[in-house]
Each structure stands twice: as C-alpha cells, then as structure tokens.
C-alpha cells in the first residue's frame, strides 16, 4: 500500500451530468477526509468518515453531492447534476485515530465542468 | 481575523539560503500540521505537531503552545523546494476538520 489513491485523476464533464471519483485511502486508516481546493485557495473540508459512518458533512455540501465508505475501505463522492461552480480538485485524505493523526493525501481528481 | 495566519504570503530566495515560514494561530489546537503543494500537485504532509520540535531531513518545524505560534523551516535550500507551505490546525472540539493557512508560495531560485 504506497499511500492514498484518487481515481479518476481528471475529469472533464458537460454541465448536468453525473460525475463519481474513486478514493483508496491506507488500509490501516480508519478515518477518511474528502476536500475540495479551488485554483488559489486552500482546501475546503466536504466531509469525513470514520470506518463506514460519516460522521461529518459541511454546509458546502449541497443535495447534490453524496459521499459513501459503505464497507469502511475505499470511499465515493459522487456529484449529481454538475454545476460549472463545481469545478475544483477534489482531494481526499486518510489517517488512523492513534497517537499519529497525520494526513496522507491523495493526488485528488480535478473536476472540470464545461 | 483569519484564525490561521501564515507570513510571509510569498518568498524568493537563492539556493541555499535558510528559509523560515511563520504560522500563528487564535484558536485552541489539539494539533498543527505542516504540508507542502507542488503546483498542480497534491498535498503531502510535512509534520503535525501538538508541541516541542520536530526535524525531517532538511526540514525543522518548531511550535510554541503558549504563543499560539509555529515555524517551518528549510535549511539548505534547493530549486525542488520551490512549493506552497500549508499550515492548518485542528481543533480540540473537531477530530474531522481542519482549519487552513493561506499557504506560503516559496520560490528558490539556483
């Protein structure tokens, strides 16, 4: 396990259409982050997962985007009806709940919406 | 008043050189993290920090509790240091999220 994976790495989608990425975090992390970071921005937190429960989901989030970790392993975020706004890379991170708490990050995927 | 503020917002400097990046901070923490973004790349995490000192390589990241205050800093630079430097904290009241710097473009010329 070389670190954290992000499938796709880029994503180029008409407005309006569905778009899901793919997250493989470090097999012994339990916790799995995802955010989003536009171009001269730091990264914004979406949300969070402990195991398979997400336990967290920030107001960025609209209806239109839904986040899964439906067996505690690997992680989807899926977004629906895609907005130009939407455009972004999205980044996803893992860590354990030890004494260590260090972020691994993904390359994340940018998401361009046309 | 941003709750996590990074100077300075952009340095240049000659390879070589010691470099210093500051973050200050006006929230509690329960831990601070150093990371580093290439352009167009992802983010790596440098260090996280609940107190003390600690020294990767040619990397050191202090952190003061009393002060609210921690700094990166790069000794002999190199051209491959050239990235943006993210400090961010987390709370003690949030396990899931992090609190984010501006980020500190860094710039090492040969």
């Known amino acids: 396990d070389t670190g954290v994976s992000q499938d796709p790495r880029h994503k180029i989608t008409k407005r309006g259409q569905n778009v899901t990425f793919r997250c493989d975090p470090i097999?012994?992390?339990?916790?799995l982050y995802w955010y989003r970071q536009t171009l001269g921005q730091g990264p914004e937190f979406l949300t969070y997962?402990?195991?398979?429960?997400?336990?967290?989901k920030s107001r960025l989030l609209s209806d239109r985007f839904s986040a899964e970790r439906p067996k505690g392993s690997f992680s989807t975020l899926e977004i629906q009806r895609t907005e130009q706004g939407d455009s972004a890379m999205y980044l996803c991170?893992?860590?354990?709940?030890?004494?260590?708490?260090?972020?691994?990050f993904g390359s994340g995927t940018r998401l361009t919406v046309v | 008043k941003n709750e996590v503020e990074q100077s300075p917002q952009n340095l240049t400097a000659q390879e070589g050189e010691f470099i210093t990046i500051n973050c200050s901070y006006s929230?509690?923490?329960?831990?601070l993290h150093w990371l580093q973004q290439h352009p167009g790349g992802g983010i790596v995490s440098l260090f996280m920090?609940?107190?003390?000192?600690k020294k990767h390589g040619r990397l050191i990241a202090t952190i003061n509790i009393q002060e609210k205050h921690s700094s990166l800093h790069i000794t002999a630079s190199h051209p491959r240091d050239s990235a943006v430097y993210i400090c961010?904290?987390?709370?003690?009241?949030?396990?899931?999220?992090?609190?984010w710097g501006a980020g500190t473009k860094l710039i090492i010329k040969p």
């Open positions: 961010a904290v987390r709370s003690p009241d949030s396990n899931y999220q992090l609190i």
């Open positions: 920090l609940s107190s003390g000192k």
């Open positions: 991170a893992s860590s354990d709940s030890g004494e260590g708490y260090g972020y691994t």
């Open positions: 997962f402990q195991n398979e429960a997400q336990l967290e």
């Open positions: 097999s012994e992390h339990n916790r």
């Open positions: 929230v509690g923490i329960s831990a």
